[in-house]
Nanobody
Framework: DVQLVESGGGSVQAGGSLRLSCQAS????????MDWFRQGATKEREWVAR????????AIAGPLTGRFTISKDNAKNTLYLQMNNLKVEDSAMYYC?????????????WGQGTQVTVS
């Protein structure tokens, strides 16, 4: 089984940057499609970004395009989310998720989340 542990969250001023990491306990094979989601205090969980197993295909939620970048390092079993020019509305708990296979399949694993607070 795979366990996901997020890190890199914290408090930052508007306009600042953070890089979130998601470390997998087991190997992230090149077939594993992975995502980032977030959930604000008074909002439903929303999808943020997705990356294909081999990292060749990425997608970012429309409003976040140009500020957020997703990447993964299969050799280090780690998923990343680079967030630049952060805004107050980006404040949320950020979660990583992994699918055992293609991005069209259901999510198999979730992390516990890392808090991002922008002021």
């Amino acid at each position: 089984d795979v366990q996901l542990v997020e890190s890199g969250g914290g408090s930052v001023q508007a306009g600042g940057s953070l890089r979130l990491s998601c470390q997998a306990s087991g190997p992230i094979y090149s077939t594993y499609c992975m995502d980032w989601f977030r959930q604000g205090a008074t909002k439903e969980r929303e999808w943020v970004a997705r990356i294909s197993g081999d990292g060749s295909d990425t997608a970012i939620a429309g409003p976040l395009t140009g500020r957020f970048t997703i990447s993964k390092d299969n050799a280090k079993n780690t998923l990343y989310l680079q967030m630049n020019n952060l805004k107050v509305e980006d404040s949320a708990m950020y979660y990583c998720a992994a699918r055992r296979g293609h991005c069209s399949e259901n999510i198999n694993w979730w992390g516990q989340g890392t808090q991002v607070t922008v002021s």
